[in-house]
């Protein structure tokens, strides 16, 4: 079991940035994977981001160059950090960790860009 909190979700005007952070707790050495999605209003949750625990990064191409992911171990703690906001960047962003074929999810914390 794994437990995911997201943390530093905001609004934030266009060109602005923000640091998300997501605390993970429970059997996290177990964890193979951990990304960043996001769900804006009517649409469906999209993969923005993805760390291996190798640190392999994969982003979306809507986001690559703007954002950033990492992932502090001795921490537990993964990080997105977005430079750029855009409008389109409006979105609960959810923490997502995989252990083995097991999906775990965070609650989700609001980013919201204005113009």
């Known amino acids: 079991q794994v437990q995911l909190v997201e943390s530093g979700g905001g609004l934030v005007q266009v060109g602005g940035s923000l640091t998300l952070s997501c605390a993970a707790s429970?059997?996290?050495?177990?964890?193979?994977?951990m990304s960043w999605y996001r769900q804006a209003p009517g649409k469906q949750r999209e993969s923005v981001a993805v760390?291996?625990?190798?640190?392999?990064?994969n982003y979306a191409s809507s986001v690559k160059g703007r954002f950033t992911v990492s992932r502090d171990i001795a921490k537990n703690t993964l990080y997105l950090q977005m430079n750029s906001l855009k409008p389109e960047d409006t979105a609960v962003y959810y923490c997502?960790?995989?252990?083995?074929?097991?999906?775990?999810w965070g609650q989700g914390t609001q980013v919201t860009v204005s113009s």
């Open positions: 997502h960790a995989k252990l083995s074929v097991v999906n775990y």
């Open positions: 429970g059997s996290t050495s177990s964890i193979t994977a």
């Open positions: 760390i291996s625990s190798s640190g392999n990064t």
